[in-house]
């Protein structure tokens, strides 16, 4: 669907950021003892943006800043860096993860492994696709997942 082709493209500019940014950044553990980085941030930010510029009407729920926005019967659900203990580690085990929830079931989402050269996305059907960091999501071939 264009909505899981759209998701597809901000989670792998997103992915192509984290992908830039590891081994650069520093991690902090948050209050419920989980860790985060700027690279977490600095993702979120980015999903967050391109998400309200693509669809301005439908709320976001992210990782990092989950208190800001509430679910409704339509959202979206970010997590911009799952992974980061592996992440700040300097292993490629880390994902961007978006999905479009309607009436609690998700209808459309993907998932990134930018270090693995992996992509997955789901809409009408379920696709996967490789690829070489830094490589235009358009220029993707697209195969259906068995």
């Known amino acids: 669907t264009e909505t899981a082709e759209r998701l597809s493209a901000i989670a792998l500019a997103a992915g192509e950021l984290l992908r830039r940014m590891q081994g650069e950044v520093s ?3 948050k209050a419920d ?3 985060t980085s ?4 600095a993702a979120e930010a980015m999903i967050l943006r391109r998400l309200r510029e ?3 009407d439908i709320p976001v729920v992210a990782e990092e800043t989950a208190c800001t926005a509430a679910a409704g019967a339509l959202f979206f659900l970010a997590d911009p860096l799952d992974g980061t203990k592996c992440y700040l580690a300097g292993e490629p085990e880390y994902t961007v993860n978006i999905a479009l929830v309607r009436a609690g079931r998700p209808v459309a989402g993907v998932i990134v492994a930018p270090a693995l050269g992996r992509v997955w996305r789901a809409g009408a059907g379920a696709e996967e ?7 235009d999501g358009a220029a993707l071939t697209w195969a259906p997942v068995r």
């Open 38 to 41: 700027a690279a977490d941030l």
């Open 54 to 56: 693509a669809w301005p």
């Open 33 to 35: 003892g989980t860790p």
């Open 27 to 29: 991690g902090r553990i």
């Open 129 to 135: 696709a490789r690829f070489q960091p830094g490589q």
